[in-house]
């Protein structure tokens, strides 16, 4: 079993500051994604990275797949209180079914 | 496009009683998955099924069951309900088995409440 920890696992800060999250595995993944869920609803899927040392931006939203594929972080710059939401990293390994971590909780404060 | 659509979005049984929830995936999606969340447990997977054949199984007890239709859609049956089956229990469809490559389309879950 494929085991994705994220730290950290709550995190409140206030509007304009930038945070980190981060997804650790002991495990090497083909593709990693990221989602963000708000409550009542599914996740949605923020972005996929596939290439170790692949960075991708979303806005003011950088991801970052780890150089040996086992590890990814999300930055956020100038938080808004639109990001607050439950953040969520998937794995897939190679031929395996993808795992979940279990999420940070953000909260965003004006 | 349409997304994936989640049937019902709230659901009260009583404990005992057997519950369908029906998952309608993203046009061409063949890939359905199904997951339970809970605050306490977070994102457990339950099945993933790919042209009507169930691909991977989590670990729940076999009270937890499904099956996809030619049409891609999905449903999933839980049988003799417990206080503890209460959760969300989400649906993600997906073009490629396991999500490989372009992740999963989630559904907005159906909330299961068991008294």
């Known amino acids: 079993t494929q085991l994705l920890e994220q730290s950290p696992q709550f995190l409140s800060i206030q509007e304009g500051e930038n945070l980190t999250v981060y997804c650790n595995s002991s495990?090497?993944?083909?593709?990693l994604q990221w989602y963000r869920q708000e409550p009542g609803e599914g996740p949605v899927l923020l972005v996929t990275?596939?290439?170790?040392?692949e960075v991708k931006k979303l806005k003011r939203l950088t991801f970052q797949f780890g150089d040996a594929r086992k590890d990814s972080s999300l930055h956020i710059t100038a938080a808004q209180p639109g990001d607050t939401g439950l953040y969520l990293c998937?794995?897939?390994?190679?031929?395996?079914?993808?795992?979940f971590g279990d999420g940070t909780t953000l909260t965003v404060k004006p | 496009k349409a997304g994936v659509t989640q049937t019902p979005r709230y659901l009260i049984k009583t404990r005992g009683q057997q519950v369908t929830l029906s998952c309608s995936p993203i046009s061409g999606h063949r890939s359905v998955s199904w997951y339970q969340q809970t605050p306490g447990q977070g994102l457990q997977f339950l099945f993933e099924y790919f042209s009507e054949t169930q691909r991977n199984k989590g670990n729940f007890p076999g009270r937890f069951s499904g099956r996809q239709f030619s049409n891609s859609r999905s449903e999933m049956n839980v049988s003799t309900l417990e206080l503890g089956d209460s959760a969300l229990y989400l649906c993600?469809?997906?073009?490629?088995?396991?999500?490989?490559?372009?992740?999963?389309?989630f559904g907005s879950g159906t909330r299961l409440t068991v008294v």
């Open positions: 495990s090497v993944f083909s593709s």
């Open positions: 990275v596939v290439t170790g040392g």
């Open positions: 998937a794995g897939e390994a190679n031929a395996g079914k993808s795992t």
């Open positions: 993600a469809s997906s073009p490629t088995p396991d999500g490989a490559n372009y992740g999963y389309t």
